[in-house]
Each structure stands twice: as structure tokens, then as C-alpha cells.
Antibody, heavy 120, light 108 residues
Framework: QLQLQESGPGLVKPSETLSLTCTVS??????????WDWIRQSPGKGLEYIGY???????YYIASLQSRVSISVDLSNNQFSLTLASVTAADTAVYYC????????????WGQGTLVTVSS | SYEVTQTVSVSVALGQTARITCVRN??????VHWYQQKPGQAPVVVMY???NRPSGIPERFSGSYSGNTATLTISRAQAGDEADYYC???????????FGGGTKLTVL
């Protein structure tokens, strides 16, 4: 049974870079054909999809964040990461990492989520 | 651009049937997925590809699809079904993922 766990700073200053890591346990990232995703949820709001990295290294980001976001994978540590540059208060949210088996599959596995607050 | 729309809130009497809808502004062949999210928790899949129920999800939950509208039906609603429900689709125009805005289900 795969388990995902987000980690990273809970407070980031405006204009700085948000960096989060998702550690996968119960299975190996390398050699698996999965989509590794990031999703966020602003306080009291709905789910917003951020993007993914595929097992081949291909990535996709939503248009509104494309200029600021990057998703990468660290096979040796069984982790994948999210970086979001030049953050503002609008980036304050609970950030979830998630996993799906195929392009059109649902997100079967989720991390518990981590709250990141952007504030000086 | 593709959009999916959900009713903001639905109320249902205890033991009655709740129906939550997800309307796409396009006709797509890909299925709709449904998630249940309780306060402070990550979402959980309760229905995938329109009408497929994951193991562990009660048979009271069912899904259907007609035209550009997907419906999640919760029969014999229980207090524990109170949650936010999100539909999710695959946006073939951008190769991305779309979530509906969510529906807050209240069991009275």
C-alpha cells in the first residue's frame, strides 16, 4: 500500500520560493509508470490542480502557474518535489501530493496535505 | 476553455437520497471521478469513471452519466456522509486535470 507524505516549510515570505517534498513509502518510484501530482486547496476553497511529473520525466503545469512552478523527482530518495517561485498571499494553501496510475485515472493515493502560509 | 460546474450545496434529510451533479461545458468520452473530502482530511475517491465504486465505499453510493452531466447519488444518507464532494475530469484540450468547485452536502 503506497503512502505519501508532504514535507516543507509551513511559512514562506512573499516573493520567496516555496519548496515542498513528497516522500513515497510502500513502493518504489523508479520503474513504476505513474503520474506524480500536486494539488492545492486555499483555505475554505476548492481543489486546484497544479501539475504532474510522469515516470519518464515529462511534466505538465497549469497555465496560470507555468511561469513559476516546477516539479521534479528524486529517484534515489523515492521523492518528488514542488517548487513555486515568487509567492504571494494568494499561494497560501494546503498542498497535497497525489498519485494516479494512468492519465485518466483518479487520484488513488493522497498525502495528508501540508499548510503553507505566505506571510512576512 | 473546458469547465465543470457543481451546485454549491445540497441538503438531504437523514435516510433520504442525495444527488450531486457535475456539468461539463463539453461532451467528453472520458469518465468523471468523484471525491469525498471531510474537514481536515485529504479527498478520497468514492466513484471513478462515472459509475465504478472503489472497494470499501458503501453500495449506497452510485454514479451515473447522461449527456454532459454526471450524478453522484447517495442513498439512505447518513450523518457520516456530510462532506464536500468534488468531481474531476481530464481536460483533453490542455492535457491537464479539472476539478469542479465542490458541493457541500448537509445531512439534516
Amino acid at each position: 500500500q503506497l503512502q505519501l507524505q508532504e514535507s516543507g516549510p509551513g511559512l514562506v515570505k512573499p516573493s520567496e520560493t516555496l519548496s515542498l517534498t513528497c516522500t513515497v513509502s510502500g513502493g518504489s518510484i523508479s520503474g513504476s509508470s505513474h503520474y506524480w501530482d500536486w494539488i492545492r486547496q486555499s483555505p475554505g476553497k476548492g481543489l486546484e490542480y497544479i501539475g504532474y511529473i510522469y515516470s519518464t520525466g515529462g511534466t505538465y503545469y497549469i497555465a496560470s502557474l507555468q511561469s513559476r512552478v516546477s516539479i521534479s523527482v528524486d529517484l534515489s530518495n523515492n521523492q518528488f518535489s514542488l517548487t513555486l517561485a515568487s509567492v504571494t498571499a494568494a499561494d497560501t494553501a494546503v498542498y497535497y501530493c497525489a498519485l494516479r496510475g494512468t492519465y485518466t485515472a483518479p487520484f488513488d493515493y493522497w498525502g495528508q496535505g501540508t499548510l503553507v502560509t505566505v506571510s512576512s | 476553455s473546458y469547465e465543470v460546474t457543481q451546485t454549491v450545496s445540497v441538503s438531504v434529510a437523514l435516510g433520504q437520497t442525495a444527488r450531486i451533479t457535475c456539468v461539463r461545458n463539453y461532451i467528453g468520452s472520458e469518465g468523471v471521478h468523484w471525491y469525498q473530502q471531510k474537514p481536515g482530511q485529504a479527498p478520497v475517491v468514492v466513484m471513478y469513471r462515472d459509475f465504478n465504486r472503489p472497494s470499501g465505499i458503501p453500495e449506497r453510493f452510485s454514479g451515473s452519466y447522461s449527456g454532459n452531466t454526471a450524478t453522484l447519488t447517495i442513498s439512505r444518507a447518513q450523518a457520516g456522509d456530510e462532506a464536500d464532494y468534488y468531481c474531476q475530469v481530464w481536460d483533453s484540450s490542455t492535457a491537464g486535470v479539472l476539478f469542479g468547485g465542490g458541493t457541500k452536502l448537509t445531512v439534516l
